[in-house]
């Protein structure tokens, strides 16, 4: 064993790792800029600053997409300068890894993380792999090892995932491609519709994260800049709640679906565990403004989000590394789900 545990969370829009004994070290964009094809100029935040703001030569990507790496060669390369960045050394020393996979994934998918840290530049001793939905429910502060039945939904950037769990393993787990960034699309799309007004990436996110409300109640506006569709000239416009909840609620209903189909997968014994602890909402995207009164009023379920949804899966990972009767939840590769 190296003397030196990372649990990381490949997460589509930001990156978290966690280190044995010292909590989160790393929260950050998962995003690389690299200039004239091959020089790495930024990464994390700084390049996320970069992103929709660089000329032609520069490069602004996300390696991980829809929970998964999408780019090898890239992430490899993020993953050296981040542990570079926290370690403050030009060459960070030997440490073991734990990584969060989703579950509803293939088999190439989740030996990907694997391969990824194997072989990229950094020293690695051991690596073993944790099912997401188990880091999650653990960073959630749930006791997921007894035979009571837990249901976690972690609602992230790119991806969706609903899971059941028990005694320690998955008893059911569904991925879908829907998180923040559809409804960063939708704001974009209804924008443009509506005002004739193009706006970007970032204008959308924050305009969501203003006035995104699950429900129509919200009354609030505020003012976003952008293109002029027609006249091509920068314009300012006042964007409303309503819009923005017009723009969302059918992806909001699309989650609250894949939630019903578990549900209704779910063996009755832990149906009714369910019923008693009601639904733990994780992911950065459960912080929208009334989200648990609209699952609660369409599973009539107790709804729990939890504290600091974003950095459940990399808390979890933490537990698993700290807590002794947790270690064998992570191994070089997990059995797959029982069912689906
Ligand atoms: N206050 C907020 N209101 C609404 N959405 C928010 C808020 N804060 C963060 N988000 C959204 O949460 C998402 C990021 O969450 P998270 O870090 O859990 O995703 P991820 O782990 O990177 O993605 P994935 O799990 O899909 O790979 C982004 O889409 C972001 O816009
Ligand atoms: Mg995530």
Do not use: W
């Amino acid at each position: 064993m190296a003397s030196k545990t990372y649990g990381i969370d490949f997460g589509t829009s930001t990156i978290k790792i966690c280190r044995k004994g010292q909590g989160i070290v790393l929260n950050e964009r998962n995003v690389i800029a690299i200039a004239d094809r091959d020089r790495i100029i930024a990464s994390g935040d700084e390049a996320y600053e970069m992103y929709e703001k660089a000329p032609a030569n520069i490069k602004v990507t996300y390696p991980v997409r829809s929970g998964v790496i999408a780019d090898v060669g890239n992430m490899m390369a993020l993953l050296s300068q981040f542990m570079y960045k926290i370690s403050g050394l030009k060459k960070p020393g030997s440490a073991d890894y734990i990584v969060a996979t989703p579950t509803d994934i293939t088999e190439v998918e989740r030996r990907s993380f694997y391969d990824l840290i194997a072989s990229s530049n950094i020293k690695s001793g051991h690596i073993k792999i944790v099912e997401k939905p188990i880091a999650d429910a653990l960073g959630a502060g749930l006791d997921i090892m007894t035979a009571r039945g837990v249901m976690v939904v972690d609602i992230g950037a790119d991806t969706t995932e609903v899971s059941i769990l028990s005694l320690g393993g998955i008893v059911l787990s569904k991925l879908i491609p829907v998180g923040g960034n559809k409804l960063d699309e939708a704001i974009k799309g209804i924008v443009k519709r509506q005002y004739n007004l193009y706006i970007g990436d970032k204008t959308a996110e924050n305009v969501k994260k203003k006035l995104a409300c699950a429900l129509p109640s919200l009354k609030a506006s505020v003012k976003v800049y952008g293109r002029d569709v027609v006249n091509g000239l920068p314009t300012e416009t006042e964007i409303s709640s309503k819009t923005v909840y017009e723009a969302i609620s059918e992806y909001l209903y699309t989650i609250i679906d894949a939630i019903r189909i578990i549900l209704e997968r779910t063996p009755p014994e832990i149906s009714s565990d369910i019923i008693d602890s009601g639904i733990y909402i994780t992911g950065g995207s459960a912080r929208i403004f009334g989200l648990d009164e609209l699952l609660h009023k369409e599973t009539d379920l107790k709804i729990n989000i939890c504290e600091n949804p974003a950095e459940t899966v990399a808390l979890g990972l933490g537990r698993i590394m700290e807590e002794s009767r947790l270690n064998s939840l992570a191994d070089v590769l997990k059995p797959k789900m029982l069912t689906n």
